[in-house]
Each structure stands twice: as C-alpha cells, then as structure tokens.
C-alpha cells in the first residue's frame, strides 16, 4: 500500500479546518497544493529532494507563512508542527492522519474561542464585567421589574450597552455600559425598572 502523509490548516479566509492527503510518492515527485473548498487559499509544498519549501495559510493571523523542513521530517514519523510567528501557537500539521485530523479538531476549536472572545468584544471590558456583576447583584434582590407588573425578563448584551427586555410585555430598558459614568449611574440605582409597553 502507498504510504500515505496528511496536512492540516485552517482557511485564513473561510475558518475551515483543512485535511488534505497526499502520497509520499507524489509529494517527492512534484510540488504539490492543497486548496481549501473555498477555493480562496491553498497550502503549497515543494521539495528539493532535501527539504521541503513550504507555504502555509495561517487560520490563526490570517496570512500566509513560508517554512523550510528536512524532506525526512515531513515525509516519515510521526509529524511535525509549524508554528505561525505571529502568535507563537501552531497553526499546520504533517504527518500521520490520525494524529493530524486529531491535532486540527483541537486548533478549530481553538480558533472558533478565539473569535467569540476577542478582546474588542466589548467598548470597555472592565466596565461591561462591572455592570454585568452589578445586573447580577440586582437581580438577586429582585429588584429589576417591569411597570407592566413584570418580574420576567432576558437581558441582551450589545458591545457598549445591556438592554433588559420584558418577558411579558416586551418593553426594554437600555442601560449605556462603555464608560465609568455609565457605571457610576447603575451602582446608585436601588432597583431598576423596564418601561412597559401596557
Ligand atoms: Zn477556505
Ligand atoms: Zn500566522
Ligand atoms: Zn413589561
């Protein structure tokens, strides 16, 4: 049977976790490329015979990196993993495909966490972390209502402020959470109430 080596990437431009195969009879034989679905990137590999020239989208910073590894490297054992000088994490695996498929899941997850918890997430984090805890103090007091006699309601977070929304009727109560006034004026409210649409 031909002996078979796996590469892994994520797409820089569409998140997908890329496993491309290919022989190690045709990888010594010619450059290959390895396109992801999207058709927008594609890792490259070429070898001398020596050393393998490699070009490697990064799903972590989003550009493409060049990387020289000793053909034995890439085409034998148990793999290898480039790291992206960017961020100093790994970002494309070579080798074996159970142990690359499974080095991948754990890179997709990674870098799916990574976009939900961006920093720029919020306008200010410590004051979106302060008014959320303040929220969380008030309403164990029960003490965020609605006029329409509501005592339900869902909150949701936006990037500079927190709307509180009615459960019964609907009305919404937005509360600015970008600045230390915006916090300031929530730590001296006793109790919070929506405007009801009744
Ligand atoms: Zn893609
Ligand atoms: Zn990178
Ligand atoms: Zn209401």
Do not use: W
Not at 51 to 74: I, M, N, Y
Not at 134 to 162: F, N, P, Q
């Amino acid at each position: 049977m031909e002996q078979m080596r796996s590469f892994g990437f994520i797409c820089p431009h569409c998140g997908q976790a890329n496993l491309h195969q290919r022989s190690v009879f045709a990888l010594s034989a010619a450059a290959a490329r390895m396109e992801c679905a999207c058709g927008k990137s594609s890792l490259l590999a070429e070898t001398d015979g020596t050393k393998f020239r490699l070009q490697v989208p990064c799903g972590l910073c989003g550009k493409t990196h060049q990387a020289q590894c000793s053909a034995d490297e890439v085409l034998s054992g148990r793999g290898i993993g480039l790291s992206c000088p960017d961020t100093g994490r790994l970002c494309c695996y070579i080798g074996e495909e159970p142990a690359v498929a499974a080095a991948m899941e754990t890179l997709a997850v990674q870098v799916e966490k990574d976009k939900t918890d961006t920093p720029e997430a919020f306008t200010d984090n410590v004051i979106m972390y302060e008014v959320l805890s303040e929220l969380k103090d008030l309403a164990a007091r029960d003490a965020i209502s609605c006029s329409c006699g509501s005592h339900r309601y869902s909150m949701r977070v936006g990037r500079a402020s927190v709307d509180l929304i009615c459960g019964d009727c609907g009305g919404r109560l937005r509360l600015p959470a970008a600045t230390d006034e915006d916090l300031d004026r929530l730590c001296c409210q006793m109790k919070l109430e929506i405007r009801g649409r009744k």
